[in-house]
């Protein structure tokens, strides 16, 4: 690799740690997000009038399907621009956060 080559990409890595920051704490939020759950169980088993098999079961769906779509958008991340399916991704994590 010659010299210039080298500026040029010591130039671009703080721009390429960016969106790898904005990727580190989106999942750090989604983790915290699914650590959330278990500390709601007092409060969903009285609301609902659950009991602890029923929260099981919301437990067991809840992870079922993050581990689906885990593999869903593995795969078609696979196949595709993997930067517009991340945005996507996001933006679809974040209005479901939100509801």
């Not at 983790?31 to 079961?57: C, F, I, M, S």
């Given at each position: ?7 040029e ?6 721009f390429?740690?960016i ?5 580190v704490?989106l999942?750090?939020?989604?983790n915290a997000?699914l ?6 169980y ?6 609902l009038d659950?009991?602890e ?9 809840f992870i ?10 593995g795969y078609?991340g696979?196949?595709?621009?993997r ?13 479901a956060?939100?509801?």
């Amino acid at each position: 690799m010659n010299k210039a080559v080298r500026q040029e990409a010591a130039g671009r890595t703080p721009f390429r740690l960016i969106p790898f920051g904005i990727f580190v704490v989106l999942a750090s939020l989604d983790n915290a997000a699914l650590g959330v759950l278990t500390q709601l169980y007092a409060l969903l088993a009285d609301r609902l009038d659950a009991n602890e098999a029923a929260l099981g079961l919301l437990t067991g769906g809840f992870i079922l399907v993050a581990a689906a779509a885990a593999a869903i958008w593995g795969y078609v991340g696979d196949r595709g621009e993997r930067k517009w399916l991340l945005l996507l991704n996001t933006f679809i994590w974040v209005v479901a956060l939100g509801l």
